[in-house]
């Protein structure tokens, strides 16, 4: 196998392992992270949720109806008893038409990556034009690469401090 599988095949791993803990282990720094990211964000129109793990974020949204994706399918049974219709995917291969999404999501997911560069131009090609993209990246994996690769396809509205990561509210340009 290459590097890049080799990487996702273990993260996939290593979140089917603790998928029943989950929850229990993060559900405190998930609710901050929530709170900091969204107060201040329209929740409407079809929503996404990339790295969706068990599900916490549609429990924490109550009555939205969002699209979860993880590649962890132990994660992904528990989102679907949060009655969470979830899709196992890499990030870097999202399997939606382009322009199909009002709002995109992401919690602490994209530095788990092998390659963001894909993934930020796939988020970039499924988020409708002008719509807002809400991510959070632990702070020490974000880099200069990354800052560019994320300005090439989005307008920073703001970035915030959110517990050990850095939130971006982003524009699709």
Partial sequence: ?????????????QYNLT????????RDIQL?????????????????????????????????????????????????KRKEKSIQADLDFLPFKDNSFDLILSFTA???LPDVK??????????????TVAVTILEKSVTTEMMTEIEQHFDIQEIRVCGEDIGFV???K
């Avoid at 929530?34 to 409407?44: A, G, R």
């Fill in 118 to 131: 894909k993934a930020l131009a796939e988020i970039a090609r499924i988020i409708k034009p002008n719509k």
């Fill in 110 to 112: 994209l530095q788990n």
């Fill in 32 to 80: 901050e992270k929530y709170h900091l990211m969204l107060s201040d964000i329209s929740l409407s129109g079809k929503i996404l949720d990339l790295g969706c793990g068990t599900g916490f974020l549609q429990e924490y949204l109550e009555k939205k109806k969002i699209i979860g994706v993880d590649i962890s399918f132990e994660m992904l049974k528990l989102a679907k």
């Fill in 19 to 26: 998928a029943e803990m989950y929850d229990e282990r993060y």
């Fill in 1 to 13: 196998m290459n590097k890049v599988k080799d990487k996702k095949k273990f993260i996939e791993e």
């Fill in 170 to 172: 982003m524009i699709k």
